[in-house]
């Protein structure tokens, strides 16, 4: 009979193979397990079996070792691999800074990352045509740019050619064709 993992498991391997930073989750090819019934909601909420995970420290701990395989995303440990279901983006850029010319986002798991080549900031629009903005911020891992951040990098926004966009660590990244700007 096979043992169904729970998240209990998972925290305690999590906190084994996270000592001194981030565990190596793209060197990991364990077993699936099947999934768990864990969800994180567009804004960014965790939930387990139905409640939202209210401990910080929980979210955060599960977050390093999430990892995304296609459109699929797990939680992995050396041993294990599970599915849990994301709504949007697994996290949530929160704020950010600029500073010298590169833009550092902040995500509500504790991340920071630095918009530059390997980790841009693009923008989807769905068919009414609303701005979702995202940002990758590791292994595969985006946090959706939240609505206040959004509006601040629109206002320090530029035209460069066909496009108004952002730059960032010297690249220049979308946000929209210039001649749909308005007057």
């Given amino acids: 009979m096979a043992v169904m993992p729970d998240a209990n498991a998972l925290a305690e391997a999590a906190r084994a193979a996270s000592k001194g930073g981030l565990p190596p989750v793209e060197k990991w090819d364990p077993p699936f397990c099947g999934d768990i019934d864990m969800q994180i909601r567009r804004d960014g909420t965790w939930f ?11 979210v955060r701990l599960f977050s390093t070792i999430l990892k995304r395989e296609g459109d699929a995303y797990f939680l992995v440990t050396p041993v294990e691999k599970v ?32 918009a530059d080549a390997d980790h841009p900031i693009r923008v989807e629009r769905d068919e009414s045509g609303e701005p979702s903005p995202y940002v990758m911020v590791r292994r595969g891992l985006e946090a959706r740019i939240d609505r206040k951040s959004f509006y601040r ?27 749909e700007l308005p007057d």
Avoid: K
């Fill in 153 to 179: 990098l629109v206002d320090r926004g530029e035209v460069e050619g066909d496009w108004f966009g952002v730059r960032s660590a010297g690249v220049f990244f979308p946000i929209v064709p210039a001649d």
């Fill in 83 to 114: 599915g849990i279901t994301v709504e949007d983006a697994p996290f949530i850029a929160v704020d950010f800074t600029e500073d010298d010319g590169t833009l550092t986002f902040a995500t509500n798991v504790g991340d920071r990352v630095s």
């Fill in 48 to 58: 387990y079996e139905g409640t939202p995970i209210g401990r910080h420290r929980l």
